[in-house]
């Protein structure tokens, strides 16, 4: 069995679509496992949501979807993340509302734990130290954790009292064996690792492996979509440079 891991499409149709694509051209996938922030920054949230719903897939919540529902407080967030969460509220259909409140806040496939965040907090908490990552081993039970939230590709092997950081590099297989991971997939739709293409993963069961993809988008549509809606333009102008 295959699956595609993918977090963070914050709304940016244009890079979805193209991963989909992408996955369509290596095989397909049996199911899509989605990490939440379906919505947020981006210009087309009605959109990636109906797209998604199109699949098999299992999706968890994210803070930006959870705030456009006012299912959270946005307060926290900075003034264009706010800006860009009350527009995307004002596009979300009945139907699309109705989903996101379904979405649960973690899901179980298997040998995998699913949540946005961290299994600690599953919409808040940002995974970026192996202090962090050995914290969170005591919240989940599964030998792997999927995580998304920080918009950038990476892993950590945990092994007795302590975790290793690492970088997860395109093309490259990461071997599932006795020790516990925590891996992030990096983002869809708005990448933050200097890297401005679309990221995602695609775990194959059969041989225990997950290999992670880049994808190229058209990210000046994106931009000009942005642009005619009103979004603020520091989060436009992001996208070009993956950060």
């Not at 004002?90 to 996101?100: G, N, V």
């Not at 050995?134 to 995580?147: K, V, Y």
Request: hydrophobic letters at 40%; glycine letters at 10%.
């Amino acid at each position: 069995m295959r699956y595609a891991i993918i977090a963070d499409i914050h709304a940016n149709l244009a890079a979805f679509s193209e991963v989909l694509h992408d996955i369509a051209h290596r095989g397909g996938v049996d199911e899509l496992w989605c990490l939440g922030d379906i919505v947020g920054y981006g210009p087309d949230p009605h959109e990636c949501i109906d797209l998604l719903r199109q699949y098999n897939h299992v999706c968890v919540a994210g803070n930006h979807d959870l705030a456009s529902i006012g299912k959270i407080d946005a307060s926290t967030f900075n003034t264009d993340a706010i800006a860009a969460c009350q527009w995307t509220a004002r596009q979300l259909s009945p139907e699309d509302a109705k989903y996101i409140r379904t979405l649960p806040m973690t899901a179980s496939r298997g040998d995998f734990t699913l949540v946005h965040g961290s299994p600690r907090d599953h919409v808040w908490e940002y995974i970026l130290s192996t202090g962090i990552a050995m914290e969170n081993l005591a919240f989940f039970q599964s030998p792997f954790c999927l995580i998304g939230h920080t918009h950038v590709p990476m892993f950590f092997k945990c092994e007795g009292d302590s975790c290793a950081f690492n970088q997860f590099s395109p093309n490259i297989g990461l071997v599932l064996g006795k020790n516990r991971l925590i891996i992030n997939p990096g983002g869809v739709g708005q990448p933050r690792d200097s890297d401005p293409r679309a990221s995602y993963a695609i775990y194959d069961s059969d041989i225990n492996l997950v290999k992670l993809y880049r994808v190229p988008y058209d990210i000046e549509a994106t931009q000009a979509r942005m642009m005619g809606a009103g979004l603020p333009i520091r989060l436009i102008g992001r996208l070009g440079h993956g950060v």
